[in-house]
């Protein structure tokens, strides 16, 4: 399994950068998905930001058949009530925060980086994210769920209980059902979370609104 140095990366933006966004893919893509979307952000000072997109490593997905293929962590079901791989969570917890501490010595604190993702990359997001122990600048999950919601309460960092939160998801996502979004809002604005809650006429995808929307929000949280 992999090393929590050894993730390997897609990069955009200035070398020199003030602010990051670690983006997470979701099951079975790769770190090249979401790249192209960064030029759409519209953010006023793009290379200001560099955007890192990590690649999962493969492994084998419960879900679908046991199949390998990139994913942070094994699924075992979308049904209510079905376990969640734990163990397989904090392990990628700590690939994440490993390219955190990465950031952090080339010149970007935790206060001025984003952890962001969609799908199973959004859930992964909100689970490092939320567990982080120094304050980051936001966390974004995009038609996305919040895992292990019933240990939040006792496991969370405070340092990021006032951290700003994006969440978006479809009306019809036929992946992730759109009731997960909003529970999964609810769980966290129940714990006193500030979540932004976005919802779009889509499916299990991003559309052209969205973007805005996200480029917006990180204008916003990224210049505190």
Not at 22 to 30: D, E, R, T, Y
Not at 80 to 101: F, N, S, V
Not at 176 to 199: C, F, I, K, M, N
């Amino acid at each position: 399994m992999v090393e929590q140095e050894q993730l390997e990366t897609v990069e955009t933006g200035g070398q020199d950068a003030r602010y990051s966004v670690i983006w997470l893919h979701g099951l079975g893509a790769s770190g090249h998905d979401f790249e192209p979307i960064v030029p759409q952000l519209g953010l006023p000072v793009p290379e200001a930001v560099r955007f890192v997109f990590p690649h999962a490593p493969v492994q084998p997905v419960t879900l679908n058949g046991g199949m390998a293929m990139p994913s942070w962590y094994d699924i075992y079901g979308l049904a209510p009530g079905t376990p969640q791989d734990e163990q397989g969570l904090d392990r990628a917890a700590g690939w994440i925060e490993a390219l955190i501490e990465r950031e952090e010595r080339r010149g970007v604190p935790p206060g001025r980086l984003v952890l962001a993702g969609f799908s199973q990359g959004g859930a992964l997001a909100l689970h490092a994210g939320l567990r982080y122990a120094s304050g980051l600048a936001g966390i974004m999950g995009l038609s996305t769920y919040l895992p292990l919601a019933d240990h939040l309460a006792q496991a969370h960092a405070a340092a990021n209980r006032r951290t700003p939160i994006f969440l978006a998801h479809g009306h019809h996502d036929p992946v992730l059902a759109y009731q997960l979004g909003t529970g999964s809002r609810d769980a966290l604005e129940g714990l006193g979370y500030p979540v932004e809650w976005h919802d779009y006429p889509m499916a299990h995808q991003v559309c052209m609104q969205e973007i805005v929307d996200i480029g917006a929000w990180l204008g916003r949280v990224l210049d505190r």
